[in-house]
């Protein structure tokens, strides 16, 4: 279906790496097969941005590595991604490589995920400001909420120093989100943000009891707390909705 798309485009060419339909467990493919793949790409000349075809558990193991002794074709790419890939963004932005946080090949399995595809090939392709969060005040990210805590304390911890820090999840409890927004906002990094911006929370578990608190009350409270700026709410999320983040001070 994403072939599809594209072959209705005279912009852009799409290729879908083999690596993408190995198995290994969880996985497309062992750790090593799925490095081999990723580095290849990224050495690869003729290729001019690396869209992840989803945000499966499985980056992290790898990100380091992946960002280790870069190629100089790696350098004149964009990578795009979201959910989990955001391990591989933050490793990548931290050895300065331009990234988006953005729908992915798989959102066209979601109602309406054409038009997050679309959208994706959109900015990827031809940088159009459309395809943007349409209220972003760089220097910018956008990660995972529950990514973003797994970053903090590892080697692929960005410097959140003045950024606008914008956050999503799925499928995560509210006293999940209430333990995460703990762990987040007691990083002296993450307190140097210049504010902190809430995306969609999606498909919240029942909690018995409940839990008396929505994720946005849940937010504030943390933000608080630790004297974090609370800004407006950001049009992010897992969903086909979801809108492009490029990371740092791209030109909106």
């Known amino acids: 279906m994403v072939q599809a798309i594209v072959a209705e485009r005279s912009d852009c060419e799409l290729l879908i790496h083999p690596q993408c339909f190995l198995s290994a467990g969880h996985f497309a493919g062992t750790d090593e097969q799925r490095l081999a793949a990723l580095r290849e790409v990224m050495a690869d000349p003729t290729v001019d941005a690396i869209w992840f075809a989803r945000g499966g558990y499985g980056s992290n193991r790898i990100a380091e590595a992946a960002a280790a002794e870069l190629p100089e074709a790696a350098r004149r790419k964009i990578y795009m991604g979201y959910s ?94 209430d333990r995460l927004m703990f762990h987040i906002t007691s990083s002296r990094n993450v307190r140097s943000a210049a504010r902190l911006r809430l995306g969609r929370v999606s498909e919240v578990p029942e909690n018995d009891p409940e839990f008396g608190q929505d994720e946005s009350e849940i937010i504030a409270h943390w933000c608080a707390r630790a004297g974090i700026a609370l800004g407006e709410r950001a049009d992010i999320g897992h969903d086909a909705d979801n809108k492009v983040v490029p990371f740092g001070n791209p030109p909106l």
């Open 84 to 177: 989990d890939t955001g391990f591989l963004l933050a490793a990548f932005h931290k050895a300065d490589l331009a990234v988006a946080h953005g729908p992915m090949p798989s959102d066209i399995f979601r109602q309406g995920g054409g038009a997050a595809v679309s959208r994706a090939l959109d900015w990827l392709v031809r940088r159009d400001s459309s395809a943007l969060e349409p209220r972003l005040r760089p220097p910018v990210m956008a990660f995972n909420l529950t990514v973003l805590s797994k970053l903090i304390g590892t080697p692929l911890e960005p410097d959140f120093s003045g950024m606008e820090l914008l956050i999503e999840d799925v499928s995560e409890h509210h006293y999940s989100i």
